[in-house]
């Protein structure tokens, strides 16, 4: 059982869901990905919702599911990649849980991101991922209470984060 909801932050594609799912499955935890509560609410795709409401409406719809977290029993939840861009996310996270950064290395990212579902990356390239890492790293890093080395694969990824999140329960 968690004293308070476990935020893991970082990139698309750094494997905060993968890892997330299966080491609250591990833990036997319940799990919320922050995008997926937004598509399933709105009843949209998350690129659906993007390009008919536009990235704000989708952020603002991100906090809506934070808060209402927060009423929740704690979770282990995945959040969007630009979810820790807006400051009163990062409140709301800071004041009901700890936030783990999952980093993994922007090669890494590269070679197997599925640029397709990822709203936010304009043209479709490799240097929109580049652009939306560079952007958005710094706030990773500042709201993260932890950062996990995801640069190992799956397996020890899903086994370090396992081992945190049961140091913090």
């Known amino acids: 059982m968690l004293r308070m909801h476990i935020f893991l932050v970082g990139m698309s594609g750094g494997g905060k869901t993968t890892l997330g799912r299966k080491a609250a499955a591990n833990l036997n935890l319940r799990f919320v990905d922050t995008d997926q509560r937004v598509s399933e609410m709105m009843g949209l795709s998350v690129n659906d919702i993007y390009a008919r409401f536009g990235e704000e409406f989708f952020r ?30 990062v409140l709301l996270m800071q004041n009901h849980g700890v936030i783990i950064h999952i980093d993994r290395p922007l090669d890494q990212i590269l070679s197997d991101i599925k640029i397709d579902r990822r709203p936010t990356l304009r043209d479709g390239s490799h240097e929109d991922v580049i652009f939306e890492y560079n952007k958005h790293i710094g706030f990773y890093h500042a709201c993260a209470d932890y ?7 799956y397996t020890v990824g899903v086994a370090k984060l396992s081992e945190l999140i049961a140091s913090l329960a």
């Open 60 to 89: 603002n719809a991100e906090s809506g599911v934070l808060v209402d977290l927060a009423t929740q029993a704690p979770c282990v939840v995945s959040t969007g990649g630009g979810l820790p861009t807006v400051r009163e996310n």
């Open 147 to 153: 950062t996990l080395d995801n640069s190992y694969g």
